[in-house]
């Protein structure tokens, strides 16, 4: 076997997602010398894939934007949330750090955000929840100054595309749904499928960088300005252990092996285990039978960083009221044979969507936070069938979609003619095309019905937050949640529970150090991202809870890496 050649840093970073990439960024803004090692041949993993959002109370864009909020108000909102699971040390260094750390981003890198002002907690009327303000999101970035590092940066999967555009967060969103109802909005998405389409041409891609894909485009060009060596294609093989503390790594870059010691630690961030089939089967109840799960993170994290530091001695979290962060989610059949997962974000909380069982009987507020809904879904099946669907009528889904299938003018016949769409002249003939119990969901559509006339649910209270109200439609009557689903042909998608990616991880103090199995830090080895075990214990309290805390760590991991005092 070739000897490994050898090479050494102060920190090494495990990962290229938010948590990974705030650690190495911040460490090398603090003067420490940097590897980023990345499995895959793109940067980002799942980061570079998703909305981009980060929820952090008090965030400096909110106070100067005078939104009314305290930590107080939020240790409030989160004590409620998480209950006899609240980890006092770390949600404080978390609340205390995160607007820290936005400022130091936005004050020392290429990191802009905008602020969700309107976009609520998942909770918001809950004791200290509120409604808008917490969330921001990085700002679109003009991906040609990363020069030829724009092609490595991970490029979103189609089905979170429009025309092979990424729709980003926030303003360009709502431009892209107001496209067929106002001039201006039109214009824009004219505009930006022009760019588009001249970036492919001059590119290979999209230098538009949206959402997730702008965090990791703006992380990898302050990284590279301050000199972070970044390998693509290197995969962590096992931790090195030298006199009681984790002094580097064993790696395969390519075909080569490598050494890598680091001086000052070794910190982990390689996107948890969503895709670790073994570990999913133990601890997600959608995989104890014959059922599949669907996972939105990207398919390098298959729980590398967890079996690493659990070899070294580290204590896994296991135990969280979900192990994962749940999404409804559609399977999308491909041509080829092949299969994608679309995220049902957008359309089931707008006006004239349920979603029902089996039975025809609905189970859940469909306007409820993605994560909620999932949980529902989880609740109401009988094992091993976890599945649902999402029925809408002709009105519906010309003007809002339904998962894969696009608004109007946009075709409905590729969905129909895969099978991934069900149609149906009549309730009774819908049903029979999708496995739904005719009587049940004529039934459940007559009760329907009726209240959402007026812009009621009597039986699950949609439209009553102002997280409903959010992802429902304002300029619908009789409201922006609810519509009657009257107008034939009827449609029907089937729904899963799926996963943005996981919840339980590693265990780790206040400083992102892993504990072992007594409690005690292991020197040199910290977490971020999804390999930290979440501080929210497998609960989900507003938007961006999971990269909020994944940079507010790596920033904490990198302020204590670069601190003089014993790391140990």
Not at 181 to 189: I, M, Q, T
Not at 366 to 395: I, K, Q, W
């Amino acid at each position: 076997m070739t000897s490994p050649r050898a090479t050494a840093c102060d920190v090494l970073v495990v990962g290229s997602g938010a948590g990974g990439m705030s650690a190495a960024v911040a460490a090398a803004k603090l003067g420490l010398d940097v590897v980023l090692i990345e499995k895959e041949p793109y940067l980002g993993g799942t980061t570079a894939v998703s909305g981009g959002w980060l929820w952090i109370p008090c965030n400096p864009l909110a106070l100067r934007a005078g939104v009314a909020d305290t930590i107080d108000q939020a240790r409030t909102y989160l004590r409620h949330e998480l209950g006899d699971r609240y980890d006092e040390p770390r949600v404080e260094a978390y609340l205390a750090t995160g607007p820290r750390m936005v400022e130091f981003f936005e004050r020392e890198t290429a990191l802009r955000f905008f602020l969700g002002r309107d976009y609520p907690d998942y909770h918001p009327d809950a004791p200290g929840g509120l409604a808008g303000g917490r969330a921001i999101c990085a700002s679109p970035y003009d991906g040609r100054e990363l020069h030829e590092a724009l092609g490595q940066i991970k490029p979103p999967p189609r089905e979170l595309t429009l025309f092979g555009i990424k729709v980003g967060s926030g303003p360009d969103f709502r431009h892209f749904a107001n496209a067929q109802r106002s001039l201006g909005s039109a214009l824009y998405v004219g505009k930006r499928v022009a760019t588009h389409a001249l970036h492919r041409i001059a590119y290979g891609r999209d230098a538009t960088l949206m959402s997730g894909g702008a965090l990791i485009g703006r992380l990898v060009k302050s990284a590279l300005d301050l000199g972070v060596r970044l390998w693509r294609s290197t995969k962590t093989t096992e931790l090195i252990v030298a006199d009681g503390r984790v002094a580097g790594a064993l790696a395969m870059r390519g075909e080569l092996p490598i050494r890598i010691a680091a001086r000052r630690g070794v910190v982990l961030a390689a996107g948890g285990f969503p895709h670790d089939s073994l570990r999913r089967q133990r601890l997600f109840r959608q995989s104890g039978g014959s059922g599949e799960c669907y996972s939105l993170a990207s398919g390098g994290n298959t729980g590398d960083g967890l079996a690493m530091a659990e070899r070294a001695g580290a204590a896994v979290e296991e135990n969280y009221a979900n192990a994962a962060a749940w999404m409804p989610v559609s399977r999308v059949p491909y041509r080829d044979g092949s299969f994608g997962v679309y995220p049902h974000t957008f359309d089931r909380g707008k006006p004239g969507f349920i979603i029902v069982d089996a039975a025809g009987k609905r189970f859940v507020n469909e306007g409820n936070a993605y994560h909620d809904v999932g949980e529902a879904m989880l609740r109401a099946a009988t094992p091993p069938d976890f599945s649902a669907f999402l029925v809408c009528d002709h009105a519906a889904i010309r003007r809002y979609g339904l998962g894969m299938a696009k608004p109007f003018p946009l075709p409905l016949a590729p969905y129909l003619r895969s099978g991934y769409l069900k149609r149906g002249r009549t309730l009774a003939a819908l049903a029979r095309e999708a496995g739904i119990d005719a009587r049940g969901l004529s039934e459940t559509i007559a009760r329907f019905n009726g209240p959402a006339k007026e812009g009621r649910d009597p039986d699950f209270g949609r439209g009553a937050n102002a997280y409903n109200v959010y992802q429902g439609d304002s300029a619908a009557t009789p409201g922006p949640c609810l519509a009657p689903i009257a107008r034939p042909p009827f449609y029907a998608v089937k729904i899963y529970p799926g996963d943005l990616g996981t919840f339980d991880g590693l265990r780790t103090d206040a400083n992102a150090r892993v504990l072992d199995a007594g409690g005690a830090p292991i020197p040199g080895l910290y977490a971020a991202g999804t390999d930290m075990a979440s501080i929210f214990a497998g609960c989900y309290p507003g938007p961006g809870i999971n990269l909020g805390p994944a940079m507010t760590f790596g920033y904490i991991a990198a302020r204590h890496l670069a601190a003089p005092a014993d790391r140990a």
